[in-house]
Structure formats: structure tokens, C-alpha cells
């Protein structure tokens, strides 16, 4: 048997989404048309084994910029992992994940991202430690919440409506936070998981985008954004009512006006901790993600150092609202593995494991850390 493991060339590019399909079961250029609708550039991005001449086992690792409070985050997103499954118990996926991390760290990638089981993927540094807000909504609201307009509100499929994308895409782009995306993409990353993109216009004035999917029996909006959220219940209602079932709402922690406006009508409110990411620039993640709370959020000022026992020593510095992280050989405050240390740092279950409390670690901490959900991989 001869066995290869190559990255993936533009002309493996339909056998690398017949792969995937089959593994999944899953239609991948409808859910991820991002990275699967007529992109065969985007084979490269793919750590391949192959046997005989077929692929065996895929491990995708996409480049994802961020920018986050005027920094720059490169970030590798990890997914479509797959091992054959005449192929499994070989090796293969922890082959191809111990590539992938060495390519993102070679490239200087500050930051990996995936989805699936935690404890499957924790063995390769990565861990549940993001902060997402769910909240849950149904028809039934609608009708309780009667007092609430929606008639100057519209939804418009925005793949039908492009004369707004450029809207959508200054909107996207004036984000605290956002990854970069192409105009030309747009569109298709609003459709990631399947989802449709709309343009939202109040009184038939641009108001906003999001992306909507609708299941069978429930469904969910991965990303809403809106140039005035004084309007967020009006549209909340608005898609009530395109629904027409118990549905959820994602919304991220610098949108506060949004998270305000859904927590007083919302029948459920969750935080999630999804996904799992590994840190491999501590320094460049910390000061990206604490500025970026700090523009809601006022942070003390004080100086915190830590130990991440397989990384390094870090000392945090927040002066007048400015975040400095840098290496430092002074003695830390708190010593952690590396996978404590991103739950201490990000997650929003963090601060309840008994370890040391200061005025600084109230509060900076948690630090929330997420991706645009339409980004996910």
C-alpha cells in the first residue's frame, strides 16, 4: 500500500468535497460555500493522506484575519476533519492536526479555532473557552409582544438585492471587531451552515444584515447587525414573524446594545463557551481581546503577571485604557498548563475555580473571546 500525505492542489479540489461529503453525509458547497462552491484554490488549505491514490483522511486549516479594536489577528480555522472509515485507528487525523498546527505556527498564526468534541481535540491545545450569547425566541413572543412594530421593518434576501452589499459590507467593517472579508464573498459567508443572508431595511432605509436558517422544526440567526439597535426588538419581531418557529438569536459581547434589546423580550438567555480555541500568541491575543472589552467595559489599572507553564511569562499592563502585554522574567502571580490558562483568561466559567483574586483579575477578567459565527469553519 502506498501511502502519501501532501497538501491539497487545485486538482483534488472536487475529490476533496466528495470526501467530505461522504464522511459527513453533509452537502458541503451548501454549507460551507465559502470554502466549497467553485473555490478550487481553496484546496491548498487541505492536509491530505492518501492510499493508493484516494484520500483517506482531510484536515482543512483556513486563514482567517481578524481585526480586533484596530489590531490584527491572523487566525487558522480548523475543519471539514475526516478520516475515511475503512482508515480509522491509523493515525491519520492526529497526523494531520500536528501538521496543521505546525504550519499555523510557522506562518504566525496568533490564533486557532475549531468546533467538535472537547475532549477529542483538547489533546492538541485546544480547549472550550469562548464566550457566545444565545437568545431564544418563538412565534408565541410575537404574539404576546403585539405592543412592538414590525410593519416598517423589511427582510430581503440579500443575494437578490445586491445593490445593498456595499451597505452590508460598511456595516461589517466598522465592527470593534470583524474578520475580513472579501466583498466579492460576502454572500457566501453569510450563507455558511446553510443559512441565507438578508438585508434589513427600516422604512425602506438600510438598517442592517443577518443571516437566518431555518430548519424543520427550529432554526436560528448566526449574525444580526444593525446601525441603530434602538431598533432591535422592532426587528426582532420582524423575524418572528419570517420564522414562524422557536428560533435563536446569536449575538456577540461588543454588541451590547443588542444584547440589552433581546434580554428584555428574549423567553430564553444562554452563554455558551463554544468553540474551542488554542492561543499561540498569548501576548498579541490578551491585548487584542482585553482593549476590545475595555471599549465597553472601563478596566483598572494595575499590572498582572502570569505563567502559561508550556509557553512563557507574560506581564498584562493596563494604564489610562491601554493594554500592554509583554514577555517578562518577573515572578507570576498564578502558574497554569495551558489549557487552564485559556478557561482562567477567556472563558466565562473561568473565575470559578479558586484561584487568586485581585482587582485586576475582577476586573479584566473573563476576557471574552470569540469568532463572527458566519466565519466559523
Known amino acids: 500500500m502506498n501511502v502519501n500525505v501532501t497538501k491539497g492542489r487545485p486538482e483534488d479540489y472536487a475529490d476533496i468535497i466528495d470526501f467530505g461529503n461522504m464522511v459527513f453525509g453533509e452537502d458541503f458547497r451548501a454549507i460551507q460555500p465559502k470554502l466549497y462552491e467553485d473555490r478550487p484554490h481553496m484546496a491548498k488549505e487541505h492536509h491530505l493522506v492518501w492510499e493508493d491514490g484516494r484520500i483517506k483522511a482531510m484536515v482543512g486549516s483556513f486563514p482567517i484575519t481578524l481585526q480586533v479594536a484596530g489590531r490584527t489577528i491572523p487566525v487558522r480555522g480548523i475543519g471539514t476533519v475526516s478520516v475515511h472509515p475503512y482508515a480509522r485507528s491509523k493515525g491519520y487525523m492526529k497526523l494531520l492536526m500536528a501538521n496543521a498546527l505546525q504550519e499555523a505556527e510557522q506562518e504566525g498564526a496568533a490564533l486557532m479555532v475549531l468546533g467538535g468534541r472537547r475532549q477529542r481535540y483538547e489533546h492538541f491545545g485546544f480547549t472550550k473557552c469562548g464566550t457566545a450569547f444565545c ?33 452590508c459590507v460598511q456595516l461589517w467593517e466598522s465592527q470593534p471587531m470583524a474578520a475580513v472579508r472579501r466583498p466579492e464573498n460576502f454572500c457566501a459567508t453569510l450563507q455558511t451552515g446553510a443559512g441565507t443572508g438578508y438585508v434589513i431595511l427600516l422604512r425602506g432605509e438600510f438598517l442592517g444584515f443577518c443571516s437566518m436558517h431555518k430548519g424543520d422544526k427550529s432554526g436560528y440567526v448566526s449574525e444580526l447587525f444593525l446601525k441603530e439597535y434602538s431598533f432591535s426588538a422592532n426587528v426582532a419581531m420582524k423575524l418572528c414573524e419570517e420564522m414562524a418557529m422557536p428560533f435563536s438569536v446569536f449575538a456577540f459581547p461588543h454588541q451590547t446594545g443588542l444584547i440589552h434589546a433581546l434580554n428584555l423580550i428574549a423567553e430564553s438567555a444562554s452563554c455558551d463557551s463554544s468553540p474551542s480555541f488554542n492561543v499561540l500568541d498569548y501576548p498579541r491575543v490578551i491585548e487584542a481581546f482585553l482593549t476590545l472589552k475595555g471599549m465597553n467595559t472601563p478596566l ?3 499590572r498582572l503577571v502570569l505563567e502559561v507553564t508550556e509557553k512563557g511569562r507574560y506581564a498584562i499592563e493596563v494604564q489610562q485604557g491601554r493594554v500592554t502585554v509583554t514577555e517578562t522574567e518577573d515572578k507570576p502571580l498564578i502558574a497554569l498548563p495551558h489549557l487552564q490558562m485559556m478557561c482562567w483568561l477567556f472563558s466565562p466559567f473561568g473565575q470559578f475555580g479558586g484561584q487568586v483574586q485581585t482587582s485586576e483579575t475582577r476586573s479584566w477578567l473573563p476576557i471574552p473571546l470569540y469568532l463572527p459565527g458566519c466565519d466559523d469553519v
Open 135 to 167: 437568545f431564544g425566541l418563538n412565534p408565541v413572543v410575537r404574539r404576546q409582544l403585539k405592543h412592538i412594530p414590525s410593519d416598517e421593518v423589511q427582510l430581503l434576501p440579500l443575494g437578490d438585492n445586491k445593490e445593498y452589499l456595499r451597505d
Open 300 to 302: 483598572a489599572d494595575g
